[in-house]
């Protein structure tokens, strides 16, 4: 596949155009994990069509000219090339691709390059406009071990369970932290900067008139603010950001859970492990244990 397709030719295409040079663009390998409103009514009820990791394979490429939905696509393993502007650019780990409804993107990999992602596909008009607040196609950066963490966990979740209390948690927590990610934040920035600096120091005892002096606002603003932003209180934000973070290092480190419990700012195990299964719906032994089964 070569850059030379742009944005003229999607414009004058009618037809929304997929191929690869790979026989796995329809196989097991490019569809590493896949959960779809036709099999999960949780997900249509909050306004998402699909939720998927994915293994876009060497040499394919996909275009729509009318896209009926909304997507956000964060790269989180390799890179591949997307159409912002007219121009190619690549989205490398960490960076996020958003496209709103009606108007044309397109992506590929290149040849011998396979490109992994995490994507929501998203019908609903006011939910998408919230979380892709842009008019065209943007590239943004992203922390996206966070959100690779929720969306496995959540494919995770569908697979092993039909509890739609649980899935519908894992759905919540995951489009609050694509929200915080790939808002554009505008006026709100003193908000997140904020939270930017606490999430760099969770092991801290840090408390709501603290945070609020970070924001440069009283704590009263400052909790409506939060409340307004990310749908939580200032205290429950902290906790997920712990959670999160936790989750993280259970996921990616072989640390012992009560040296991930100190990190994220606990001396008590069992308030830990309450607090942790009140976010993601498992004790941290069985996240663990959720982890290791998805890499075997």
Sequence with gaps: MNSSFGYDQLLDSSFDITFSQSANLRGSKAVVDEAEYKRIPELRRL??????????????????PNPIAYKLLVTTKGSGWVLVNGKWQECMPGEAYLTPIGKPHA???????????????????????????????????????????????????????????????????????????????????????????????LAYNWRLNEIAAIAGVNREIFRRKCIEIFGRSPIDHLIHLRMVAAAQLITLSMESIESIAFKVGYTDYCSFSRAFKRVMNFTPSEYRNQQYKLTV
């Design 47 to 64: 306004g998402l069509d699909a939720v998927c990791l994915k293994i876009f394979p060497d040499g394919s490429f996909c275009a729509r």
């Design 107 to 201: 992506y590929f990999s290149k040849d011998s390059a396979e490109w992994e992602y995490v994507m929501v596909r998203i019908h609903d008009e006011g939910l998408g406009r919230k979380l892709v607040p842009f008019n065209a196609p943007t590239l943004l950066k992203v922390k996206y071990r966070s959100l690779e963490c929720l969306v496995n966990g959540f494919l995770a979740s569908v697979r092993e369970s039909q509890d739609a209390n649980r899935i519908q948690a894992w759905l919540q927590l995951l489009l609050q932290e694509f929200k915080r990610s790939c808002s554009s934040q505008g006026g709100d920035s003193i908000i997140h900067d904020a939270w930017e600096r606490v999430s760099k120091k």
